[in-house]
């Protein structure tokens, strides 16, 4: 039997970035990636400009809703990416952990959100390829 490897995407508020992620990883690793998502302070709501983001790349994320953190995720992860949540985010020693520094797109405009977009969408890419590489 063999196990997905499970892709944890966290920041601070699951408003924006991480959702993104959470989306394209879903997208690109469809039956060979699990993915979750999740923020050390979730906000209520996806930022609406994130969701007007993703809908032109033909994602659908207006249904999501921002999780809260827990440890028990953490520990079933593979890999756990982090932006921008820092100590917040809790740390297990025996998980892989990759940072990415990625601009938060809470306030910021339609064009700004689309470059970081297309920043996480590259890095999506490349780690469901690096993990689902024989």
């Not at 196990?3 to 959470?22: D, E, K, Y």
Request: include cysteine; hydrophobic fraction near 40%.
């Amino acid at each position: 039997m063999t196990t997905r490897p499970l892709i944890l995407f966290l920041c601070v508020h699951n408003a924006g970035r991480s959702q993104m992620a959470a989306a394209f990883a879903r997208r690109d690793g469809v039956g060979s990636v699990d993915v979750w998502s999740a923020g050390s302070s979730p906000s209520d709501r996806l930022h609406p400009v994130v969701v007007e983001a993703m809908r032109e790349v033909g994602l659908d994320i207006s249904s999501e809703v921002p999780r809260v953190l827990s440890d028990d995720v953490v520990r079933r992860a593979s890999v756990v990416v982090t932006m921008g949540c820092g100590d917040a985010c809790p740390y297990f020693p025996d998980k892989r952990y990759v940072d990415w520094e990625l601009d938060d797109p809470a306030g910021k405009c339609l064009e700004d959100v689309r470059s970081i977009r297309d920043e996480i969408e590259r890095r999506v890419r490349a780690l469901v390829v690096e993990l689902t590489s024989p």
